[in-house]
């Protein structure tokens, strides 16, 4: 209780309300602050990155053009172009050439019928080059189209690595002619891969996170191994972007810069990225230290407005304690304060006179509220009484709107409810319902003859037959007139024509109050799996066929009971 009371207190509520509205102020400006500096640390990053993959591609760049031109320029010395090219001198060149860099593989020399004829590296001396997966524009055999211009690619060859990695190489090939220019054969290398990661891991900075692939111009990944037919790169950004930062193919949120490597034609794209996270770790860093400048400015405000608001509340807290006293009964309590302002002394002197008056009423506001009460009381009486008699003559307008009133049986709205209900019923189930429509024969001339006191006489005894021969899940209803319905659940035709028969006998055979003998027509349908059609989609269809065979017991010489006619 003496928490909460702190809580509620005046001088913690102001010093809340200053230390909220500077911290909503702090936040407020982290958030503007935060949103330039997503933008100016996501730009140096992507920057960064751009200049990274560039610096990757010019290097790669360089290092083909290097290969190229080493194998053009070893291609046009006196030994390729005069010394026989299965010579000693010639293999000799070809063993320190592999020597001076330490990521040729192979290099060898193939004649004009693709022939390997000298060779230093894995590749047999006598093999044809037309079987090396090396040889491409048509260096096998024999020599078509550009063999005339020195080509390179990248390759991936079924032999394996140390680590059980796929060897990978890129290839450099030239034209080797003789004094007079003619084709005297091809000089070719396989330059292993690793000098490509060995250029990535030079320029990645250390546990940077950032992660360096090679893709080539059809979308195939080249570099990293792992990812090779494992993960797809993304789509190729627009000449004028130099970063982007979106979803990667296979999931996750990165920032990513790519550069081309254009030498030869290969249109190699250098992609580095990094993750979303890691990328503005920095600015997650920065946000942590404005939010935690923030909350400690926050509380050392919200401190110094505590100590200045309780210098003003003590007093208000003294007359909030008296006031509590004379709630509680304490009708002599002093209402003095010790400091305050002259206003907290004007409040005090107006709160014990206040208090005088209101002593002074307390008995008579007991009195008003102790007769308020007691007719309260008399009228909820009333009005529950009146409650009562409503839910009556509610449930009297419910049974007379659904009851006929001459004859006590339902009336043609509760026989179509019924009807829709059992309607429902038998497409629910299946089971098969029968209705019997009858009206009364020569009724017009009962009236005409007796007058209507009588014809109403009658069909009272009509209906008090019908309950009597009706079965007790029967459901019998004046239909309008002299016309009456019984719907007979879960009834077949078989077995409302049994009944329909017993009611027709019973009518016929009792005695009508002042008519003497009466007779009655009556009409069956049955509406069942057997007989329905398309037509019996609404329950009326049955009672429309019922009619139909009423018709035709009229029409037959009345008395007489008609079933439906089925096609």
């Known amino acids: 209780m003496i928490r909460r009371a702190l809580l509620d207190s005046f001088r913690l509520r102001l010093a809340a309300l200053f230390g909220g509205l500077f911290l909503a102020s702090a936040l407020l400006a982290a958030v503007c602050l935060d949103q330039v500096l997503s933008d100016r640390i996501m730009l140096d990053q992507g920057e960064a990155m751009s200049s990274l993959a560039g610096s990757i591609a010019k290097a790669i760049e360089a290092n083909l053009r290097e290969r190229h031109r080493e194998v053009l320029l070893l291609a046009q010395t006196p030994t390729y172009i005069r010394a026989p090219l299965d010579g000693d001198e010639l293999r000799q060149s070809l063993e320190r050439t592999k020597q001076a860099y330490k990521y040729y593989a192979w290099i060898g020399i193939a004649d004009t019928q693709g022939k390997i004829v000298s060779a230093a590296g894995g590749m047999l001396v006598g093999q044809s080059a037309a079987k090396r997966p090396w040889f491409i524009h048509g260096l096998h055999a024999p020599f078509v189209g550009d063999i005339h211009q020195a080509v390179l690619l990248a390759k991936l060859l079924p032999a394996s690595s140390a680590q059980g990695e796929p060897l990978r190489f890129v290839d450099f090939a030239s034209p080797v002619y003789d004094p007079s220019g003619k084709l005297r054969g091809v000089l070719a290398t396989h330059a292993l891969w690793d000098w490509v990661e060995d250029i990535i891991r030079e320029r990645l900075p250390p546990?940077?996170?950032?992660?360096?692939?090679?893709?080539?111009?059809q979308g195939n990944l080249l570099s990293p191994f792992e990812a090779v037919g494992k993960m797809q790169a993304p789509a190729p950004m627009p000449a004028a972007q130099t970063f982007r930062l979106g979803p990667w193919p296979g999931g996750g949120d990165y920032l990513y810069s790519e550069s081309r490597v254009q030498e030869a034609g290969l249109g190699w794209r250098v992609i580095v990225r990094q993750p979303k996270q890691q990328a503005l770790a920095a600015l997650n860093r920065l946000r942590g230290a404005l939010m935690l400048l923030g909350l400690a400015a926050s509380a050392l405000l919200m401190a110094a407005v505590y100590r200045l608001a309780t210098s003003f509340s003590r007093p208000l807290e003294q007359l909030a304690g008296t006031a509590q006293r004379v709630g509680g009964g304490e009708e002599d309590a002093d209402w003095a304060i010790r400091g305050g302002t002259q206003e907290l002394r004007q409040l005090s002197e107006a709160m014990r006179n206040m208090t005088f008056s209101l002593l002074a009423r307390k008995q008579q506001l007991a009195d008003v509220n102790a007769n308020l009460e007691q007719m309260v009381a008399d009228r909820t009486e009333q009005l529950r009484e009146s409650n009562h008699l409503l839910l009556r003559k509610a449930a009297e307008l419910a049974l007379q709107a659904r009851h006929d009133a001459l004859t006590n049986l339902h009336n043609r709205m509760a026989a179509n409810e019924q009807l829709q209900e059992e309607h429902l019923r038998y497409k629910r189930t299946g089971a098969p319902y029968a209705v019997l429509l009858l009206d009364v024969d020569h009724f017009k001339r009962v009236n005409d003859t007796f007058g209507h006191d009588a014809g109403d006489r009658v069909l009272r005894h009509i209906a008090d037959t019908?309950?009597?021969?009706?079965?007790?899940?029967d459901f019998v209803a004046r239909y309008g007139g002299e016309e009456f319905l019984l719907l007979l659940p879960e009834t077949d035709a078989a077995g409302a024509a049994v009944?329909?028969?017993?009611?027709?006998?019973?009518?016929?055979?009792?005695?009508?109050?002042?008519?003497?003998?009466i007779t009655i027509s009556i009409g069956l349908a049955t509406s069942n799996a057997a007989t329905s059609n398309a037509a019996d989609a609404q329950p009326e269809a049955t009672v429309k066929r019922a009619d139909l065979a009423l018709y035709r017991a009229k029409a037959g010489g009345r008395n007489r009971v008609e079933t439906e006619t089925t096609a």
């Open 466 to 473: 019908l309950r009597n021969s009706a079965r007790a899940t």
């Open 207 to 217: 546990k940077s996170g950032l992660e360096t692939f090679i893709v080539d111009r």
């Open 499 to 517: 009944l329909a028969e017993k009611i027709r006998a019973a009518v016929e055979q009792s005695q009508a109050p002042d008519v003497g003998r």
